[in-house]
């Protein structure tokens, strides 16, 4: 009933013209912004980490398939046994993630951090950012890591190859395929 709409990606646009008939003129796609002065201008980790970190900032819900990554990051784990994978987020799913984590990694290996209004610090102190997404529109999370020169793994959906060109500004992998996942985790 709206008389126009405003979305963040050409995907989205794309499913409500093709889903609920809306005409795509009645339609707007403005991509989300990133103030670059913002993430360049934080304090980059002087210190060399002999730890490198895969940083996942997502809710903890279905769309997120945190599964993925859990699994992709354990067959990563077991050739850099220094790696760790930093979870930050919360939702109705944090504890079975914790499960499954301490199920398939070894003790130590992952950390799950509170969700934080600024995520600059933990974004600098990381290797990379990896995203599994099934269902995405233009992920926050990945532009501020792209605007602070964070190398980014995500699943090819949504939003998300509008933002990430492969193998140029980041890694796409199919939803859905730890293989995939963890083939690019370990490429980066």
């Not at 609920?20 to 993430?39: C, E, H, K, Q």
């Not at 050739?79 to 199920?103: F, I, N, Q, Y």
Request: net charge positive.
């Amino acid at each position: 009933l709206a008389h126009h709409i405003i979305c963040n990606s050409a995907d989205l646009r794309h499913r409500l013209t093709e889903r609920y008939r809306i005409p795509s003129a009645g339609i707007t796609v403005i991509p989300n912004g990133v103030d670059l002065g913002f993430f360049s201008s934080a304090p980059r980790n002087s210190n060399e980490s002999s730890r490198p970190s895969v940083l996942c900032v997502a809710r903890m819900v279905p769309d997120k398939d945190h599964e993925t990554l859990v699994e992709a990051f354990a067959k990563v784990s077991a050739t850099h046994s220094k790696a760790e994978l930093w979870m930050v987020g919360d939702g109705p799913r944090s504890e079975k993630k914790r499960k499954m984590a301490a199920r398939m990694l070894p003790t130590g290996r992952v950390h799950f951090v509170p969700v934080q209004v600024d995520i600059r610090p933990l974004i600098h102190q990381s290797s990379l950012l990896a995203l599994s997404s099934i269902r995405e529109g233009l992920p926050n999370v990945v532009l501020d890591a792209m605007a602070s020169c964070l190398p980014v793994v995500a699943t090819n959906v949504g939003g998300l190859p509008e933002a990430i060109k492969h193998g140029d500004t980041g890694l796409l992998v199919p939803p859905g395929d730890p293989q995939a996942m963890a083939r690019a985790l370990q490429e980066l």
